[in-house]
Nanobody
Framework: QVQLVESGGGLVQPGGSLRLSCGAS????????MGWYRQAPGKTRELVAL???????NYTNSVKGRFTISRDNTKNTVSLQMNNLKPEDTAVYYC?????????WGQGTQVTVSS
């Protein structure tokens, strides 16, 4: 059974940092593309960053230069380092694993940026 479990969310002041992690089980992690999405209240879920099975990365414009996605295929984890956080980064952050014909989501972790 595929399971994705996010951790690392919390409350942080503007300008602060957080590191989100997503642990995967039940899949051959190295062949899956991985991504972080977020959903703020009243808004649709949006892609924040992705890393392919070949470790190519892509970011939404609003987080470029502030967020870094990485993966560790030996530990079946994908991480999102978030620096210089802004109030508009407040959202529930979700981990997603996908390949052709298959996608799986984690349960989400709350990130709140507020003074």
């Amino acid at each position: 059974q595929v399971q994705l479990v996010e951790s690392g969310g919390g409350l942080v002041q503007p300008g602060g940092s957080l590191r989100l992690s997503c642990g995967a089980s039940g899949i051959i992690f190295s062949i899956y593309n991985m991504g972080w999405y977020r959903q703020a209240p009243g808004k649709t879920r949006e892609l924040v960053a992705l890393i392919t099975s070949g470790s190519s990365t892509n970011y939404t414009n609003s987080v470029k230069g502030r967020f870094t996605i990485s993966r560790d295929n030996t530990k079946n984890t994908v991480s999102l380092q978030m620096n210089n956080l802004k109030p508009e980064d407040t959202a529930v952050y979700y981990c997603k694993a996908w390949r052709v014909g298959i996608e799986r989501w984690g349960q989400g972790t709350q990130v709140t940026v507020s003074s």
